[in-house]
C-alpha cells in the first residue's frame, strides 16, 4: 500500500514534503527527549487508572487480605490477621513469574506523516506509547527489550534505556517491517506502527515470531487524514518511500475508492495477526496517548493468550 497522502497548496509544499518522509537519525535523537517526557507521564496515567499488573500468585511478597472461601485448605489462613475480625482471611502473594516483552516501534519514513487534523506525527505518537507501556510493564514486574536491539530488562530508568539503543540503532531501525527471528517460548511482542506495508510480508514476519509460541499484539497507529481522505480539489500525493508523486485534479472523486481500498488493507492486516494469535488494536494520532496506551494495558493484564 503507497505511503499516506498529503494535500498541498505552493506555499507550504516543501514543508510538508519533508515532513511526510520522515526524520533522520540526528532529528529522531533531538526530539527524544521531549517524547520521553510524554512518555513518563503517560505512563504515570496508566498506572493510575490500571493500577498496575500486580496480581494474586505464588510468590513471596504480600498483595493483599482477602476472605477466606469455603472449600480452601485451613492452613492458607492468616490468624493475626483474622484474629481482628469476625472473619477469616487468607493471606495473598503477588505473582511473580515475570514475562519477557519484545517491543518493535516503526521508525520508518511513513511514521513521520503528520496532517492538521492530529495532535503529533505518528512516529512520535508510536514511540511515546511504546516507551510508556515499557515502563508500565517494568512497574509490573516485567523484563522488556527492543526486537533486536536489546535484551529483555527490567530497570527503573527503561525508557531511558530504550531511547538510547533506539538512537544508538540508527538506520537499522528504520525499516517498515519487525525483524522475523523467532521468539522465545512464552515471550510476548508488541508491534507498534501505521502497518501501512505488504501484509503477506507482514504475515510471515508474525508467523516466525510466533514459532515458538509467542503471544503478541499489534498496535496499528494511524493519522485521521489517512482516515477520513479529507482532500478536495488539486492535490499532490507522494509516497513516503521514494520520490514518486502523483497529482489529482479532484481528490474527492478519489474517497470512496480510498476508503475502501483501506478497508481491505486494514482486513488483511486483522487476519494476518489472527492467523498467529495476535491481537490487533487501532489508534488514531487526534485522540490522547493515554487512552491507547491504557487501552493495550488491560489487554497485556489479560495475559495476550494465544487463541
Known sequence: MAGPAVSTEAFDIAERLARARGVDAAEL????PDIVIRA???AATVVHGAHGRR???????FWQFRPFGAGEAAHRIDWRRSARDDRLF?????WEAAHSYFLWMDCSPSMGFVSSLALEPKLDRALTLG??????LMRGGERIGLLGLTHPMSTRDIIERLAQALVSAGASARGELPEGAALPGGAKALLISDFLCDPQALAERLAALAGNGAAGALMMIADPAEETFPFEGETIFLDTDSR???RAGRAQSWRDAYVERLARHRDEIARAAAAV????????TDRPAAEAALSLSFALASGLERV
Open 55 to 61: 496480581r494474586a500468585g505464588t510468590g513471596e511478597n
Open 131 to 136: 516507551l510508556a507501556l515499557a515502563d508500565v
Open 277 to 284: 494469535g495476535f491481537s490487533l488494536h487501532i489508534h488514531r
Open 90 to 94: 487468607v493471606r495473598e502473594r503477588e
Open 29 to 32: 535523537a533531538g526530539r527524544l
Open 40 to 42: 513518563r507521564e503517560v
Open 244 to 246: 514518486a508523486t502523483l
